[in-house]
């Protein structure tokens, strides 16, 4: 098993699997809409899923997962960090893990982000260490309900919530959205908005922002995405299609840090999750510099990994492998201690 090559390469995250942190320990709740499949064990391990909840129907652990195939972009988030296969190894596949539904295919409207709040706030009461949030708001169904530049500042119910929950020492991690290149409004949607969270935007391969990704900044006077993480041809498990395909959306790159979070907190147990969240800040590749789409970079966890023994005096820490990013006639490669690997993995004899 192993994870894709170019997320371990761009996160630095390959060195503490190889090490033996895969969020072993910690609990990440993953809030989304529809989690087809997830029930199956043929798909994800169901000891580590600890709780099934849903807020739209009000039944908490009742409700159908497997009703609707193409209500499943809960799954897709969940697989990025927590699905095994021959092919891909999430970023956590040792974290235990909470499912919350809280959005509704179907309509689009201010209540959602009062339900997206009270999911925040269970995922708090259950004790979950890091919470991954991969929804956004902008636009609604009722044109009038359309959120504003001036309404980013933080005081939205699910903002307000996500604030609370960091504050209770859990560490929260938000999707920028995927307006960037929508003509009329190309923001963070909400909550990322919120302060004292991850607000997560993406990058390309190259390292580069997705055309998709939300712009900074919001009307509060903090600097908005605080990082990046891949977002553009990121492999998810399809439990509809029963295969491993690629997916684009800041909804990927934010599962990516949690998964991230989890191992490096394992690792760290001794950080609170403010110190975690500025550690990660700090080990990004642009840092101290601040861009409006990627915000301080992309984080390195081995970097975050390293200093933190480096400051305790610890030795001996684990070997890591020399990578490399190159450029061959217009494809990129990863080269793993000499030998050529595709980004999505494959080995190139």
């Not at 003509?183 to 302060?195: F, L, M, Q, S």
């Not at 975690?276 to 990004?284: D, G």
Request: hydrophobic share 40%; charged share 20%.
């Amino acid at each position: 098993m192993k994870l894709l090559f170019i997320l371990s390469w761009i996160l630095g995250l390959q060195p503490l699997h190889d090490a033996g942190y895969k969020g072993e320990g910690m609990t990440i709740a993953v809030i989304d809409c529809g989690f087809y499949g997830a029930d199956s064990a043929a798909f994800f391990p169901q000891e580590q899923i600890v709780g099934i909840y849903d807020l739209i129907e009000d039944e908490l652990r009742q409700y159908d997962i497997t009703a609707k195939p193409h209500d499943q972009h809960g799954s897709l988030c969940l697989s990025t960090m927590l699905y095994r296969s021959d092919e891909l190894t999430g970023t956590a596949p040792d974290a235990n893990y909470i499912l919350i539904r809280t959005e509704e295919l179907d309509v689009e409207n201010r209540h959602e982000v009062e339900r997206l709040a009270d999911g925040i706030r269970l995922a708090d009461q259950l004790g979950a260490d890091i919470i991954s949030i991969s929804l956004g708001y902008s636009r609604f169904d009722n044109p009038e309900d359309t959120y504003t530049f001036e309404e980013l500042d933080g005081t939205n119910p699910a903002a307000l919530a996500a604030t609370e929950a960091a504050r209770h020492n859990r560490l929260v991690c938000i999707a920028a959205g995927n307006e960037g290149n929508k003509t009329d409004y190309k923001h963070i949607t909400v909550p990322g908005d919120a302060d004292s969270v991850l607000t997560v935007g993406a990058v390309n391969a190259d390292s580069l922002p997705s055309s998709f990704t939300g712009y900074g900044p919001i009307a509060a006077d903090r600097p908005k995405p605080e990082i990046a993480a891949p977002g553009t041809n990121v492999s998810v498990f399809d439990p509809a299609m029963r295969v491993v395909r690629t997916g684009n959306g800041t909804s990927f790159a934010t599962p990516l840090v949690a998964g991230m979070a989890a191992c490096l907190w394992q690792a760290l147990p001794h950080l609170t999750a403010m110190e975690l969240r500025e550690r990660i800040i700090q080990s990004a590749h642009l840092y101290p510099q601040h861009d409006i789409r990627v915000g301080y970079g992309i984080p390195n966890a081995w970097k975050v990994y390293e200093d933190a023994r480096t400051e305790t005096g610890t030795e001996n820490v684990p070997y890591l492998h020399q990578r490399e990013k190159v450029l061959i006639n217009g494809q990129l490669y990863i080269l793993i201690d000499g030998v050529r690997y595709l980004p999505t993995g494959q080995k190139v004899r």
